[in-house]
């Protein structure tokens, strides 16, 4: 596959970071629920290795994955990095007894968690870390003000090269920029579930990317008759014409879709040189009018 059609390239603002715009997201690699390690190791290992060999150079991953697990396994797959591979992390949550997810976010705590992902990452420095704000799959309205300067401190320190912000409303990113610069933001989004639309468009004129979590609906894919009869017509997957759709919907939309299996890797791939023609583009900008699919029950 020809890494430099990865969906295209995107900078960071105000950094040296260019990566390929269809990355990879690390979550499904730990066991089930995000809980514990993964069944087959050797096999999430692989994926790893076989996403980096296709010309990913963004991989999206945290701590609380596992937890530990999956920062371990990126690091026994990867490790020493090659040379132009971002590692972006999350911080703002720690797991609780039986997989469950608590809110951590208190300076100790992110103080703790940075150092977390930088052991068992084996890094030195984090390339990006976002804030996870905690109240649940979709934004809720509260200041994020105190964890965001902790953790604009551990940037200064050295710890932390740049900052994102993560399951934020519109008024919780205009707070954020105010404090730190951002240059990232995660938000649950794709064909369905639009709306961030406005804040997508504002970010791209800010030169700030955009990464959807659940981009093609979380676990279990979007089902859509008018998706599913697109793909037939164009000769492609669902889960295809969902990410390029994407990738088409605005230059600043970063991808990290995430699999535990090979072959799904390479059909994710594949998305990044799919073209949509302008009225099949118009088609699917259509679907979001139907309903939208069911949130995935786990944090990203």
């Known amino acids: 596959m020809n890494r430099h059609m990865l969906g295209g390239r995107f900078t960071f603002p105000g950094a040296s970071l260019a990566v390929n715009r269809l990355g990879y997201g690390a979550m499904q690699l730990a066991g089930p629920g995000v809980w514990g390690p993964p069944r087959d190791r050797a096999g999430a290992v692989a994926v790893l290795r076989e996403a980096v060999s296709a010309g990913v150079n963004h991989i999206d991953t945290s701590d609380f994955y596992g937890p530990h697990v999956t920062n371990q396994i990126i690091r026994e797959a990867l490790h020493p990095y090659p040379d132009g591979l971002v590692i972006t992390t999350k911080v703002g949550a720690r797991r609780?007894?039986?997989?469950?997810?608590?809110?951590?976010?208190s300076g100790e705590e992110l103080t703790r968690a940075v150092h977390d992902n930088l052991r068992n990452l084996g890094l030195d420095v984090l390339d990006v870390v976002n804030l996870r704000s905690m109240h649940g799959v979709e934004p809720s309205e509260g200041?994020?003000?105190?964890?965001?300067?902790?953790?604009?401190?551990?940037?200064?320190?050295?710890l932390v090269r740049h900052i994102g912000v993560s399951c934020v409303t519109p008024a919780q990113l205009a707070e954020a920029i105010g404090i730190t610069p951002i240059v990232?933001?995660?938000?649950?989004?794709?064909?369905?579930?639009?709306?961030d639309d406005a804040m997508i468009d504002d970010l791209a004129a800010r030169g700030i990317a955009f990464v959807p979590y659940f981009p093609v609906g979380g676990f279990?894919?979007?089902?859509?008759?008018?998706l599913s009869d697109i793909a037939r017509r164009i000769g492609s997957t669902p889960v295809q014409v969902a990410l390029a759709w994407l990738l088409r919907r605005a230059p600043n939309i970063l991808l990290i879709p995430g699999t535990s299996s090979v072959g799904h890797l390479r059909e994710n791939m594949a998305a990044g040189q799919l073209e949509l023609a302008p009225e099949i583009y118009a088609e699917l900008d259509g679907i979001a009018a139907l309903g939208g699919a069911a949130a995935s029950p786990f944090v990203h």
């Open 96 to 105: 609780g007894e039986g997989g469950t997810w608590l809110p951590a976010w």
């Open 143 to 158: 200041s994020i003000e105190a964890p965001l300067a902790a953790l604009a401190e551990l940037k200064r320190k050295g």
């Open 184 to 195: 990232c933001v995660q938000n649950h989004y794709n064909l369905v579930h639009r709306h």
């Open 220 to 226: 279990k894919p979007l089902q859509s008759a008018t």
